[in-house]
């Protein structure tokens, strides 16, 4: 079970080495991979894969975890999948049939969404509430795979093939901007910056069929299950995927949460700044990452909130805020901003 990390070298650069211990804390000791490729490199990942089998023969390093970077951090695609384990299809149906709203079927196919690139960060990083949809931001716990080499219409038994390592996931996902007004947008509401932890480690030679995952909140396990409880397994979901578009190296899947988020308690139970939380899977290791408050204090359209103001009484009109007064429109604002400046 060869792990790797990828932190900053002394020069500043990033770099890799084989992790040979590791403690409670995602501090790493090893090796130094002797082989890795620029970042700029058209063929990163297959090379990386390749520096991977070769393993760590440089010299020895200590890395902290302010040092750790994301194993992947500029994702050529981040593709996540919903409703694949079935005590979260249970729990999200029981809130659904509690509030009246219809039930999600058990799924045929994958439901797939996306995430911005943009929304990674790393072991250590703060996942920073957004201004714009700060009341119900929850936690996900996932297995992601990176691909390494293009996959392009893969069966299932050849999929694994592809896949460059394992990695911790969460998908942070701002419940009311993602299913609540004004726009109910799964994109928008898991997309936000920081959204998209992932670290702290890379790992290749496992069975990614019958890992241990948890989500512990402030020291709380908020969420226990094992992938063998995936409704679509990874192998069949890279080979779905690959059959809708090419699977570039570099993307990222997320394959899915089990039951205990959040949003399904009772009550419900949402990431406050300050929290610690962890994505913990066996074989690979503990992302960890604290909760900030979004110290943003511009102007906003208050209609482009979710959770925190009302929409404009007028459908038409254009709300902006300034912190401390909402103005009927873009120009009374800028109007109000020169002559304050006078």
């Known amino acids: 079970m060869p792990r790797f990390v990828r932190f900053l070298g002394n020069d500043g650069t990033p770099t890799w080495g084989e992790v040979h211990s590791a403690d409670d804390d995602s501090g790493a000791t090893g090796a130094l991979l002797r082989s890795v490729p620029p970042e700029r490199d058209p063929n990163y990942f297959s090379r990386l894969m390749d520096a991977f089998a070769a393993g760590g023969t440089g010299p020895t390093f200590h890395v902290e975890p302010g040092m750790i970077l994301p194993p992947v951090s500029q994702p050529s695609m981040i593709l996540a999948i919903g409703f694949n384990y079935g005590d979260h299809l249970e729990e999200i149906n029981a809130l659904n049939e509690a509030e009246g709203k219809a039930l999600v079927p058990h799924p045929t196919e994958p439901t797939v969404f996306a995430k911005f690139p943009g929304s990674v960060i790393g072991h250590d990083d703060a996942i920073v509430i957004p201004h714009m949809a700060p009341n119900k931001v929850d936690y996900e716990a996932e297995l992601a795979v990176v691909i390494g080499r293009a996959a392009k219409n893969v069966q299932p038994e050849r999929a694994l093939e592809h896949v460059a390592f394992y990695t911790c996931g969460h998908d942070v996902s701002a419940r009311d901007a993602q299913l609540e007004a004004p726009n109910n947008q799964w994109l928008r509401g898991k997309s936000f910056d ?149």
């Open 194 to 342: 920081s959204f998209c932890p992932l670290g702290p480690f890379a790992v290749t030679g496992i069975d990614p069929g019958s890992l241990d995952i948890r989500l512990i909140l402030n020291g709380n396990a908020m969420q226990s299950s094992n992938t063998r409880n995936l409704i679509f397994s990874v192998p069949f979901l890279i080979s779905y995927l690959s059959h809708n578009t090419t699977l570039l190296p570099g993307t990222v899947i997320m394959t899915g949460t089990p039951g205990g988020v959040g949003h399904s308690m009772n009550p419900p139970v949402y990431l406050q700044p300050g929290d610690v939380v962890e994505v913990d899977i066996a074989e690979i290791g503990r992302l960890r990452n604290v909760v900030a408050d979004d110290s943003y204090a511009g102007a906003v359209p208050k209609s482009w909130f979710a959770g925190r103001a009302e929409p404009a009484d007028d459908a038409g009109a254009y709300g902006v805020s300034d912190g401390s007064q909402t103005y009927d429109d873009s120009a009374a604002y800028d109007a109000a901003q020169e002559e304050q400046e006078q």
